[in-house]
């Protein structure tokens, strides 16, 4: 069974985990940049994973370019502009505010500030409104309440 | 045959479902007693139908049943008994069989529980869980039969997806399942209302335990799935803000918000038709949720072209229940007339807030899950929206939740004098940032994340406990401690509920603040140090499993020498699916987990591996349930027992009864 795992294991070429030894850089400023950069950036064919997080070979190429990137000297928003140049802005997990995004960003911020206000026009008006607490019971509840009590 | 005893029993259902919409509706609005009665007992045997039909999918599954088309897609003889019971529900077919199931268990309670009711009330609720059971029914027997034989059966089945065969996800569907069918009710109820005109602190006390209910499974179903995540993923994330995730956080986030301003319907007879329009928009966003796992659009808006069919049917489903509620609501809110007076400043104006902050919280993890579909059909933008986005814009929401919860907790309901209901508040104000300001001086240089989370959480928990205290009275301690025993379950649950979700913050705060982590190359018999530890890659062996083959590595923890944990990593792969997992190993601690994955077999010898330090991870889950457990004694508190105990009280004498309306 075990040359069957074997075959297997070559068969299937299983993905390797993520972040992986050999890719790292020797300089630990630049790998800590590098590993902060890589979570805000999407690995393309995978389901909403970061490059960081991610086992797809894709991922691995697109750290190794990054990496590269940033020992050619490029500073951060250079190393990122350079794979959404290439890639798109699909690539950012983190969409830019510019254009039709300032919906997305607005959006939250703007409807607090609504709901906001709308909660505080309604609390003004439960506070001037007349106490209406104190209505009669009708003959129905009046009866309901009598069985109630009863039972 | 069994098995068309269940397709069988699925298509009675459908009927039975029709009869329970229509004949108690038309009851209701003519007066008809006897119409109106025909609810109770439908509603109980279109549970029993669909119990039966879910029961023989359940048989084909255990038995690999190969006939049927879907058992083979997701069966194999190999697997282990338990994840063939979850290969019922572990796909398309079978999920939507478990939510009907659940739905009409959710009716059936109902009208099990539900003789204190005003009988046009309990005939309404029940007929519109009928026409849900209807829609949802009639989309699983139109696209999506479980039931499809095969004319040429395999030897064998294909095997459940391996991400699939693990314990925490296969009890992860079922819980989350009750918790959006449980919204239906909250939603049955507020549609009902409506028909009725009429919205009082009955109709408040009766919707808040089936919404609390839902709000429990919900709670049990995220943290599970989250926990999976945890130790199946391979690198310790536990919420990704990942679609799926988002779509069952947003009625988790809307049912919470639910929860709160029922209470005032309840108490004071106001904010009612914002819990009616809340109740909607809960079980709205529960079908959008279903919406977006089953049809996959937002996966990939092609996933959603190759199966039309499914993903039209159940926007249709959406459409139908969601835009007409909201057009009754438009045509009846008005109706709704508030009784209750309060200032701005009271417990009635913090529920307010409360409200506020998590509607728009819900709002915003819409907004964000839904972009990157708007921006690619109407500007032709093709983007992500992940993670980074979500921290930011949604995290300063419950930073302001958590920041006036221990205050709202305490004030007077009505009219409150604000520096003087807070006053009791302040020692415990005062320790929360204390306790910030030296974790913030212990940790050099990191983020503020850390020493927030931890203020944040500690000014829950111990403002929860100030809350409890609070209501005890004035007299001696003694005094205090024996009604703080008699303190009414509500009141427990609400201080633990609170407590349970500072628990959340700081095991939240605390792992994303605090992780470390190694990545290196090991091998057999090495030993490194990480972060305050040793660990020792003893050996790797292969090892095969019931359907699958195992790379198991031996690793040991030791601290300055003692032995901490043996740990067993290992990466599976299943033949029969053709997939690797990753199972990590964890050693559990209070304080912190050691989080250990092994990784291939290097060119140059010996084993990539991982090892996380992450504290405070447990307490992410722990509060969780301390939620739960706050929910479950809310929901066993007195009066609503007293409600189910007034049913088996002895009827009253005929001269005495009260006409119905």
């Not at chain 2, 077919?93 to 659940?102: H, P």
């Not at chain 2, 079908?287 to 072209?305: K, N």
């Not at chain 2, 980074?388 to 919860?405: H, R, S």
Request: proline share 5%; glycine share 10%; hydrophobic share 55%.
């Amino acid at each position: 069974m075990r040359w069957l795992a074997l075959v297997l294991a070559l068969a299937l070429a299983a993905p390797a985990f993520a972040v992986q030894p050999d890719e790292m850089l020797d300089d630990p400023a630049l790998e800590a940049r590098a590993r902060d950069l890589s979570k805000g950036l999407r690995c393309l064919v995978c389901r909403n994973e970061s490059i960081d997080e991610s086992n797809a070979d894709l991922a691995r190429d697109l750290r190794i370019l990054l990496r590269e990137r940033l020992v050619a000297g490029d500073s951060d928003d250079e190393a990122v502009a350079f794979l959404v140049d290439r890639y798109g802005e699909y690539v950012l997990l983190k969409p830019r505010f510019g254009g039709a995004n300032a919906v997305l960003w607005v959006a939250g911020p703007g409807m607090l500030l609504i709901a906001l206000g709308l909660a505080a026009a309604y609390l003004r008006r439960r506070r001037n409104a007349a106490d209406a607490g104190g209505a009669e019971l009708s003959a129905a509840e009046e009866a309901e309440l009598e069985r109630i009590l009863k039972t | 045959m069994y098995v068309e005893l269940g397709h069988f029993a699925l298509i009675l259902a459908l009927f039975v479902a029709v009869v329970q919409t229509v004949l108690p509706l038309y009851g209701a609005a003519r007066g008809r007693p006897a119409l109106m009665a025909v609810a109770e007992p439908a509603a109980i045997v279109q549970f029993v139908l669909i119990a039966v039909s879910f029961a023989v999918l359940m048989r084909a599954f255990v038995t690999s049943d190969f006939s049927l088309s879907l058992v083979v897609a997701n069966s194999h003889t190999a697997k282990p008994l338990l994840y063939k019971i979850s290969g019922v529900w572990g796909n398309h077919e079978g999920s939507m069989l478990l939510w009907v199931l659940c739905l009409s268990a959710f009716g059936a309670a109902a009208a099990w529980f539900g003789t204190n009711l005003p009988p046009t009330l309990r005939a309404r609720v029940l007929a519109v869980q009928g026409s849900i059971g209807v829609a949802f029914l009639a989309f699983i027997l139109f696209t999506s039969n479980p039931f499809a034989r095969l004319p040429v059966p395999p030897f064998n089945g294909e095997d459940l997806n391996p991400l699939l065969q693990d314990p925490g996800l296969a009890f992860h569907p079922p819980f989350l399942y009750l918790g959006y069918v449980g919204l239906s009710m909250a939603f049955s109820f507020a549609i009902a209302a409506l028909i009725e005109g009429r919205v009082d602190a009955a109709w408040g006390r009766w919707v808040r335990p089936w919404t609390l209910a839902a709000w429990i499974f919900l709670t049990v179903g995220i943290a599970l799935g989250s926990w999976w995540a945890y130790y199946e993923l391979g690198w310790g994330g536990f919420w990704f803000w990942d679609p799926v995730e988002n779509a069952s956080f947003m009625p988790w986030l809307i049912a919470a918000a639910l929860l709160h301003s029922a209470i005032v319907v309840e108490k004071r007879e106001a904010l009612k038709s914002w819990t009616i329009l809340l109740a909607i928009l809960a079980f709205g966003f529960s079908m959008i949720g279903t919406f977006i796992v089953r049809s996959g659009v937002l996966t990939s808006v092609h996933a959603f072209a190759t199966d039309p069919e499914r993903g039209v049917f159940i926007l249709a489903i959406m459409a139908f229940f969601t835009g007409g509620g909201l057009t009754l609501y438009a045509a009846r809110a008005g109706a709704l007339e508030a009784k209750g007076v309060f200032a701005p400043v009271s417990r009635e104006g913090a529920l307010v807030l409360n409200n506020v902050l998590l509607a728009v919280a819900a709002f915003v993890v819409f907004v964000g899950t839904l972009w990157p579909l708007v921006a690619e059909m109407a500007f032709g933008r093709k983007l992500s929206v992940g993670a980074p986005f979500f921290n930011l814009a949604f995290t300063p929401f419950f930073v302001a939740l958590a920041i006036v919860l221990p205050f709202g907790a305490v004030i007077p309901w009505k009219r409150a004098q604000g520096a003087r209901a807070v006053r009791p508040l302040y020692p415990v104000l005062v320790l929360a940032v204390a306790a910030g300001a030296l974790v913030w001086a212990m940790q050099t240089g990191r983020s503020a994340l850390g020493p927030v989370g931890v203020a944040l959480g500690l000014w829950l928990v111990l403002g929860a406990a100030t809350d409890l205290w609070l209501r005890t009275g004035r007299q001696g301690w003694a005094d205090r401690l024996r009604r703080l025993a008699r303190l009414p379950r509500a009141d427990w649950g609400k201080a633990v509920a609170h407590a349970g979700l500072g628990i959340t913050f700081i095991g939240i705060a605390g792992m994303m603040a605090w992780q470390q982590e190694d990545i290196r190359v090991a091998r057999e018999g090495e030993t490194y140090p990480f972060a305050g530890h040793e660990i020792t890659l003893r050996e790797v062996q292969q090892v095969e499993g019931p359907n699958y083959l195992s790379t198991l590595a031996v690793m040991e923890v030791t601290k300055n020498g003692r032995p901490v944990a043996v740990l067993t990593p290992e990466k599976r792969v299943y033949p029969v699916a053709g997939m690797p997992t990753t199972e990590a190993a964890i050693d559990n601690g209070f304080w912190r987990d050691i989080y250990l994955v092994i990784g291939d077999a290097q060119a140059g010898g010996g084993y990539a591996v991982r090892a996380y330090l992450k504290p405070f991870a447990n307490w992410i889950w722990g509060g969780a349930i301390v939620m739960c457990l706050g929910g479950i004694l809310s929901l066993s508190d007195r009066r609503h027992r007293v409600a189910a105990g007034a049913r088996r009280a002895p009827p009253v004498a005929p001269g005495q009864q009260v006409p119905a309306e």
